[in-house]
């Protein structure tokens, strides 16, 4: 069965330090991986697809990187607007049209 | 360019009653997607629609139903509501099917009571 897990549930952060969040996977076939940012009271916001093992890419201060197994999400001097939940997505090969999300972190950054 | 519009926002219903959600994707976007999210289930698909034509379904019961319209709005229904289907539901539209960029909505909020 195809499964997503994202690990920590909650994060605590002081602007400016630097942290890692983890996505899990497994799937039978990865046709892409996503990453997305949702706000208090609103949808997800995309951030990244990646799609093979060794792919990077960057946005401001974030960086997602891809191994055959998890994903990461590289959190770079946070500031307190970077503070949401990140979430971890995966769409199989031959199931397109469906993302299967994992539970998300919290990510909270202090000034 | 206005984003996906989702009506109404909040709803209160009652167990065994129906409801019906709405979503107006972007102009332009051709695929709509719907996902249900719960505090303890996270955000789970329920079904894609693309040219009027339901193209993946979820693992939901029958009583989860929806379409879309040749303008590409869709709507989806709820039958004989349970406490259960207490939820967010987001509509999320993209230009075409399997994009990686999806859009979503800020969602239906339902309380069923």
């Known amino acids: 069965e195809d499964q997503v897990t994202q690990s920590p549930e909650a994060l605590r952060l002081q602007e400016g330090e630097s942290s890692s969040l983890n996505c899990s996977y497994t799937?039978?076939?990865?046709?892409?991986l996503f990453w997305y940012r949702q706000d208090p009271g609103k949808g997800p916001e995309f951030l990244f697809t990646?799609?093979?093992a060794g792919e990077e890419k960057e946005k401001e201060r974030l960086k997602a990187t891809l191994t055959k197994k998890e994903s990461f999400l590289h959190i770079t001097a946070p500031k307190p607007e970077d503070s949401a939940t990140y979430l971890c997505?995966?769409?199989?090969?031959?199931?397109?049209?469906?993302?299967?999300f994992g539970q998300g972190t919290t990510l909270q950054v202090k000034p | 360019k206005a984003g996906v519009t989702q009506t109404p926002r909040y709803l209160i219903k009652t167990r065994g009653q129906q409801v019906t959600l709405s979503c107006s994707p972007i102009?332009?976007?051709?695929?709509v997607s719907w996902y249900q999210q719960t505090p303890g289930q996270g955000l789970q698909f329920l079904f894609e629609?693309?040219?009027?034509?339901?193209?993946n379904k979820g693992n939901f019961p029958g009583r989860f139903s929806g379409r879309q319209f040749s303008n590409s709005r869709s709507e989806m229904n709820v039958s004989t509501l349970e406490l259960g289907d207490s939820a967010l539901y987001l509509c999320?539209?993209?230009?075409?099917?399997?994009?990686?960029?999806?859009?979503f909505g800020s969602g239906t909020q339902l309380s069923v009571l």
């Open positions: 799937v039978s076939g990865l046709r892409g």
């Open positions: 102009s332009g976007h051709r695929s």
């Open positions: 999320a539209s993209s230009l075409l099917r399997g994009d990686e960029k999806l859009f």
């Open positions: 997505a995966v769409q199989a090969a031959g199931n397109t049209g469906k993302l299967i």
């Open positions: 990646l799609y093979s």
């Open positions: 629609y693309f040219s009027e034509t339901q193209r």
